[in-house]
């Protein structure tokens, strides 16, 4: 499962007394999937604001329990392990969606994000672990079993096959941005507007906060916990970084990243963040880990077509390179150092 925090929210902005229909910053955190899981919202009433947050909480609950590839009995490896049975598996709608939503960018990506990378994940998990680096043979052999290609989805009968043995569902580079954007959806089902939702560094945002433009997030360079200069300034947009700063394994001088290309079934060994502003978490998220295993020309053509934008910054030869979709910087406000 994909796990970094390279996005630091700059939480500056000023707490209103709860006077009678004045709004509230109200902030909640509760650990989820071994990270902070953060909900940030404004309303006028405490007793409320603590029922609705309890209630996003346990909604993200329900998803993970059903997207989980760490809880053995969660839906999504019941389905795995139906691999190669030829028997088409009636699933949730929750598992449906999630699945139609990675088809679709499987498809966008051309296969630079697959969810079938399971296998092979779990393969680079273990030799992180252990600091053992995996074999070319077993590399190839868990590549046997991937392949988007090899999943068959019954769109009238909402059931799924997967056709190849021992197959590996992973949902780690879609699933905490799919469910930060359904939490702030049940919380614009309440009413509440001015809110944003941090699921790891998958972070989905709804109005800004009162009296602010938006909400103010800061950007990691490659490698370091360093900030960038440049805030950004964002309300009803989602965004995400990917980056190798803190899981990868050295092996022969290079880092190999907990990000595996699917086309070769090694980590990425570029040393690079890539940061995704998109109008849904969902895409953010799946878009940012994309972008760091395509070439940099591809990945700013697919962000510009999906009406994204992408930053990405790599250490090349001690130095930060950057490139970024033009729209990107629409969304900067140069930081004055009063944040």
Known sequence: ????????????????????????????????????????FYDTDSIRANLVANECFTLADSFINIYSDYIEKSELNQLSRT???GKFVPVSPAVFDIIQESEKAYKLTKGAFDITMGPVIRLWRKARKEKQ????????????????????????????????????LDLGGIAQGYIAQKVLERLFSKNIKKALI?????????????????WTIGINLPESEQLQKNRLLLSNRSVSTSGDMYQFI?????????IVDPKTGYGITSQKNVTVIANNATTADWLATACSI??????????????????????????????????????????????
């Open 1 to 40: 499962m994909k796990q970094f925090l390279f996005l630091l929210i700059l939480l500056t902005h000023l707490n209103y007394t709860n006077v009678f229909g004045q709004e509230k910053k109200y902030s909640f955190t509760r650990e989820k999937m071994a990270s902070p899981f953060t909900i940030i």
């Open 83 to 85: 691999s190669g049975s």
């Open 133 to 168: 680096f995996p074999d070319a043979s077993s590399i190839a052999a868990k590549m046997k079993s991937v392949g988007f290609d090899k999943v068959k989805i019954d769109r009238l009968n909402k059931s799924i096959q997967l056709t190849a043995r021992d197959m590996q």
């Open 198 to 214: 941090n699921v790891s560094g998958d972070i989905a945002i709804g109005d800004a906060p009162p009296q602010k433009k938006g």
């Open 250 to 258: 050295e092996h022969e001088g290079k880092k190999f990243s907990h």
């Open 294 to 339: 395509m070439p940099v020309k591809k990945a700013k053509r697919l962000a510009k077509k999906l009406h994204a934008a992408v930053l990405i910054a790599e250490m090349k030869n001690g130095s930060i390179v950057q490139s970024s979709t033009k729209k990107f910087s629409y969304f900067y406000y140069l930081n004055t150092g009063n944040d």
